[in-house]
């Protein structure tokens, strides 16, 4: 007899799921929002990272709330957050931990690092030496650290939202492309509009922001984010729209062929597979913060930019030409027929 198991296809999401979804997805929002005006793009970021169990890079200038946006959400959650100021004499135990020496006891204990938590907020990571960016890959793929030949489990949720200066180059180390490739999202985020920046000084002056300002009330639970994840790996998605995924991504290897010998020399190396994954991940994630059980086309249009600028390595004449990775994407998606 035969006795193979064979993976159950998971029950698809009802009515009342993704109400409850719903409902956990606002009141998180909606805590956000008290201390953070305006960026909707880094709230949508972080949304669709955290349900999807992956990691986020966010690119921009110091001042634009990058910070506050983490810490609020992890207050909103009741999870708990450490902050990472990275630098180039930063070690890989600064991060992880390390084995300190007890006299009392004459033995050594484990003392954790601060990537021990469910946010870790990792900033200006491209000031980090390679050395100890690569502490990082660990926790960031196995959910884990190895200190001494022990392995620590990492809390759940786990996320890692790192922060780089595209501007301030001196003493900064370019990211390894292996581990660029494991952040699910890569956001730019812009200046504030005039309305919003407005909004803001009237939140410092209000005593609603800044040093002094009190921690958002948590509205939702460590178990509701789990919960949450869960429903995501419920999400269906058409095998039409898995056959979208994979083909915008097969095309960025071949954009040559695709979309002809001068812009297909732009880019040196394409999206690898784990594209097609941050895609299928991401874009069900998508879905439930948008209130829906299952996929649609421009779930997949909306991530392009945060799921592809990052994992396209572009050439030395798209350097001189200062061509943007996502004008290259954007040429991909107008050229792949959309289901």
């Not at 050594?108 to 491209?126: M, Y």
């Not at 650290?145 to 990492?154: K, M, R, W």
């Not at 020399?265 to 784990?274: D, F, H, K, L, N």
Request: glycine content about 4%.
């Amino acid at each position: 007899m035969n006795h193979t198991r064979t993976a159950q296809p998971s029950a698809p999401l009802t009515a009342d799921d993704v109400a409850r979804a719903t409902d956990a997805v606002d009141r998180i929002s909606a805590a956000w929002s008290s201390r953070v005006v305006g960026q909707e793009r880094i709230r949508t970021a972080l949304l669709v990272t955290l349900l999807a169990e992956g990691h986020v890079l966010l690119e921009s200038v110091p001042g634009l709330a990058k910070t506050l946006a983490a810490s609020t959400l992890a207050q909103a959650i009741s999870a708990g957050f450490s902050r990472i100021q990275c630098t180039p004499d930063l070690l890989p135990s600064d991060i992880i931990g390390t084995q300190v020496y007890d006299p009392r006891r004459h033995e050594f204990e484990t003392q954790l690092g601060p990537v021990h938590s469910h946010f870790v907020l990792l900033d200006e990571i491209n000031r980090a030496s390679a050395k100890t960016q690569s502490a990082m890959l660990e926790a960031m793929q196995e959910r884990q650290t190895s200190i001494a030949g022990t392995i620590h489990p990492l809390p759940s949720p786990f996320l890692v939202l790192a922060t780089q200066n595209p501007i301030e180059e001196e003493g900064t180390y370019v990211l390894p492309h292996a581990q660029m490739d494991r952040f699910l999202l890569k956001e730019v985020v812009d200046y504030p509009e005039e309305s919003d920046e407005l909004m803001v000084l009237d939140r410092v002056d209000d005593g609603t922001l800044g040093q002094h300002s009190e921690r958002v009330e948590a509205v939702a639970t460590i178990g509701d984010v789990i919960e949450l994840q869960a429903m995501v790996r419920r999400v269906y998605v058409d095998p039409a729209i898995r056959r979208y995924i994979v083909s915008v991504v097969r095309a960025t290897r071949h954009i040559d062929q695709l979309l002809g010998p001068d812009l297909g020399a732009y880019v040196e190396i394409g999206a690898s597979p784990r594209g097609s994954i941050a895609f299928f991940q991401a874009a069900r994630a998508m879905a439930v913060v948008q209130g829906r059980h299952y996929v649609i086309p421009e779930d997949v249009r909306e991530l392009r930019h945060a799921v592809l600028r990052h994992r396209l390595h572009l050439s030395f004449e798209a350097l001189a030409d200062r061509v943007q990775p996502e004008s290259v994407i954007d040429a991909v998606f107008r050229a792949v027929p959309t289901p």
